[in-house]
Every structure is written in structure tokens, then in C-alpha cells.
């Protein structure tokens, strides 16, 4: 379990080391109102993933228990299925996206939003938006494979796949968007990282499992309506992080413009890579929650709740100080000064309540899915995202994107003590237990590090890479030594290597 979560959290390092070169080198190339676009871009086409209908993970499911059961002609019927209907999906989300461009243009483009592009500029941002909707709609069947390597529990060789994406990413758009510096070049080049990714987890998934195959000889009519009973429960979780998170840019940037949407942007920008660390726990967690739940081993299921719980609150916690202390001057070395406040003071918003959803996020609500009790998290991550829609359209009038941070932050908390407490209902762990055991001893432990933040802070001026650098580094050793000997000290479940444990000796 540590060695596929751990490969996970690689690639989500990797993911930031890749974000933290292309956003400053994306903004400059092609400039903030361009940038601006391309984020309406992406969240308006985003949009059309839902149209995959939740199918990506019941697909893992419905192969992995073909796999489970070492019958290889029905693992070849799920996948056939599955990709028939992930072929047919992507069909209509290319139809879909092709009615969404004429929205684009004529409530976007034509708009504040478009307003700085040149005519050049704007028709690039035109065949950026077609194109941006062919690589979504492609990516229902292109990323089919890694639903049947993770079923085979190959995390390491699916994420090794990803890490050579984002490693093509970064040269490609380095090399080729200086050359044509816009929207249109940055469309086409996520579209040839999408076909070589395929290719190289086609070829893995060919070699690794030889039995298995990818194609549709095998496709069973008869189990289309088993696999879409359950991902009705997926595309509903999709629809509310949708809600929640994607339609913030397209708020700002009908209500504001492009330059507003880019500062919110980069406020906004570590959440995702920080909701793939934890994702990278729940995506083996759920699975885990299944088989224990199959042998009636609650007291395990209580320990993973309580163990990633702490875990995850602990990563979690160990950003957020940095960059609830240091994030507007982070923000002003790595992308420009003119970010660091309005930039800065969403980050710090948004940052307060991802210390608490984040852990949920997951643990708590894979665990849920796992323990077959979708409904409840499914609901609670709708209602999120429809009071994230609704608060951030009455804020930003008044409060700008500051408005929009708190529109996001407030059903954050909301969520995460609904399903929070569902979740320990379910596997018999109280409230109160839970907040001691997960939030007590790192919150309490947060104090060293934060000490030491702040008077880094106040001896000297932090605005060039080697003073953050430096002020992380101190951060992250009294953090490290105040977990080892006080947060994790005689944990009853987290066991740490013999060579870095601190037990209380016996009197």
C-alpha cells in the first residue's frame, strides 16, 4: 500500500516541480490576457468531462473484480464495455464542445474576457477552444488504459507513464511556444502529449498483461447498465468538483476580465497538485476499504481512517504553514510582485479551508465509496459546489476575487464535516476521537514550525529565491524533528523505521 501511494506522491512532486516552471514561462510567453482566456478555456471545455459519465472508476472497479477472480475473458468484457462506451461518450462530448465554442465566443470572446486580444489572438483562442474539446473528448478512451493498470494495482508503472507526459509537456512547451506564443500552440501541444501518453501506456498494458485486450471484440451489451449504475455515482462527484472548482474562472471572468482571472489563477494554482497528494492516498485507500470490509476487519478499517487521516492532515499542514505565512512573497518571486497582493491574499483564503477539506477529501470519502455508501459524500460534494456557485456570483461584484476565494472556502468547511463525521460514523470511530487523534498533537506540534516561519519572516526581507528557500528549509527541519519526537512519538499506528523512532523508556 506505502509503495503504490508513494509513487503517487512522486508524480504529484513532479506535477509541482512541472508547474512551478511552466506558469511564470506561460504567463511571460504569452502574456497575462491571453493567459486569462486560456483559463476560461480550460474550464469551460473542463466541463465536458463529465460527459464520461463517472465510467473511469467503475471501469477499475468492474475489471478489478474480473481481476480478482483470475478470469481473464471477463476482465476482456469489462474493458471492451468500457471502452465502447467511453468511444460513444467522447462522440457526444465532441459534439457538445462544438455548441460550447459558439457560447465561448459570443459570452466570452467577444466580451471582457477577449476584450485585449488582438484578431490574430482571438481567432488562435477559436481553434484553441475546438481543440482544447477534441483532447477532452479523445481522453475518454486514450486514458482507458490506466483504469485497467490500476486494477491490476500497477500504480508505479501508470504513474511512471504520467511522469514522461509531464516531462514532454514541459520541453515541448518550452521549445515550441516561444516560436508561436499562442492559445491554439498550447492546445496542440496537450493534444500530442495526450496521443504519446497513450501510446506509452498502450504499450505497457500490452507487455505487462499479455492476455489482456484493448479493443471492442468483446464488448457485452448486458454489462453497460452494471457499469453505469455505478459511475452515475462518479460523474455526480465530478459535477460537484466541477462546480466547486472550475466555474470560479468562468464567474471572474464574466463578471471582471482576463487580468482578474489570471490573479486569481495563480493564487489558486497549488490546490490542484495538493489535492492529487491526497487523491494519491484515496486512490488506494478505496480499494483497501473494499477487501476489509469484504473479511469484516472493522478495527483495520478504523486504523486506515485514523492513520491517512493524520497523515494527510500532517502533509497538508506542513504546505499550509509555508504558504499561509510566506505565500505573497512566494507568489511575487515566482510569477512577479504585481501578484503578491491580490494573488496572495486568495492563496491565504483558499489555504484556510483546504488544511481541513483536503484530508477529507482523501480519505474520508474514498473510504466511503469503498465501504459501498456513495450517496451521502456524492450529495454533500453537490451541494458544495452549487453554495460555491452561488456565493462566489454574490461576492464578486463587491469583494472581486477575494470574493470569489470565500465563495470557494466557506462550502469547503461545510463539507468536510459533513462527510467527516458520516465517515467515522461508518467504521465506528468517534467524533471526538478523531479530532484528538488527527488534529490535537499536529496542530499543537504546528506551533515549533510556525515559530520559526514567522521570526525568519520578521529577521529579514524574504523576496529572492534563496531567502525562501533558506526560511523553507528551517521550516521543514523543525517541522520534521517536532513530528518525529511529538506527533508520531509511541503512535499507536503509525510505525515508524526502528532508526528514527523515540519511545519512552520503561521506568
Known sequence: MLKNIGSNWALNLLQIAVLMQ??????????????????????????????????????????????GKRD?????????????ITL??????????????????????????????????AEAARI???????????????????????????FVVRNAVMCGELALRLLLTLIVLPARPTLATLAWIQVATMVAEFLAAWICLVTRHRGVRFGLRHFE???????????????????????????????????????????????????????????????????????????????ALRGVLLKWSKISFSLVL????????????????????????????????????????????????????GLGRPLPPTIALLAMGLVNVGLSIALVDSLGIEGVALGTSLPNLGFSLVVGVIACRQVGVGALEFARYVLLKPL?????????????????RV??????????????AAFGATWLVFVVRDDPWIELPARLRFTRRSP
Open 221 to 299: 451489451a448486458a454489462k453497460v447498465r452494471g457499469i453505469l449504475s455505478f459511475s452515475v455515482y462518479a460523474m455526480l462527484l465530478n459535477v460537484g468538483t466541477l462546480l466547486a472548482f472550475r466555474c470560479d474562472a468562468l464567474v471572474i471572468g464574466a463578471r471582471l476580465d482576463a487580468a482578474a482571472t489570471t490573479q486569481f489563477d495563480v493564487g489558486n494554482k497549488f490546490f490542484e497538485p495538493l489535492t492529487g497528494l491526497v487523491i494519491g492516498i484515496g486512490a488506494v485507500v478505496m480499494p483497501a476499504a473494499t477487501r476489509m470490509k469484504a473479511s469484516g476487519d472493522v478495527q
Open 318 to 369: 506542513g504546505v499550509g504553514l509555508f504558504l499561509l505565512v510566506l505565500g505573497p512573497e512566494f507568489l511575487a518571486v515566482w510569477t512577479g510582485p504585481e501578484f503578491e497582493g491580490p494573488s496572495g491574499r486568495v492563496l491565504r483564503i483558499l489555504m484556510a479551508s483546504f488544511l481541513v477539506y483536503l484530508p477529507v477529501r482523501g480519505v474520508a470519502l474514498p473510504i466511503l465509496m
Open 463 to 476: 523576496d529572492s529565491w534563496p531567502e525562501l528557500i533558506a526560511t523553507g528549509l528551517a521550516m521543514s
Open 128 to 154: 484553441a477552444f475546438l481543440v482544447s474539446a477534441l483532447q477532452v473528448a479523445a481522453a475518454f478512451a486514450t486514458r482507458l488504459p490506466y483504469g485497467i493498470l490500476d486494477a491490476h494495482d500497477d
Open 88 to 121: 460513444a461518450m467522447g462522440l457526444v462530448a465532441l459534439a457538445v464542445g462544438y455548441v460550447q465554442s459558439f457560447v465561448f465566443d459570443r459570452e466570452y470572446l467577444s466580451g471582457t474576457l477577449g476584450a485585449a486580444l488582438t484578431t490574430e489572438q
Open 22 to 67: 511552466l506558469t511564470p514561462f506561460v504567463l511571460e510567453t504569452v502574456g497575462h490576457d491571453q493567459n486569462g482566456v486560456w483559463i476560461g478555456i480550460v474550464s469551460m471545455t473542463g466541463f465536458l468531462r463529465l460527459l464520461v459519465l463517472g465510467v473511469p472508476m467503475a471501469s477499475v472497479k468492474s475489471i478489478a473484480e474480473a481481476v
Open 444 to 460: 499543537l506540534g504546528a506551533l515549533v514550525p510556525l515559530g520559526v516561519l514567522v521570526a525568519c519572516k520578521q529577521a529579514v
Open 72 to 84: 481473464l475473458a471477463a476482465v476482456n468484457r469489462a474493458v471492451s464495455t468500457c471502452l465502447g
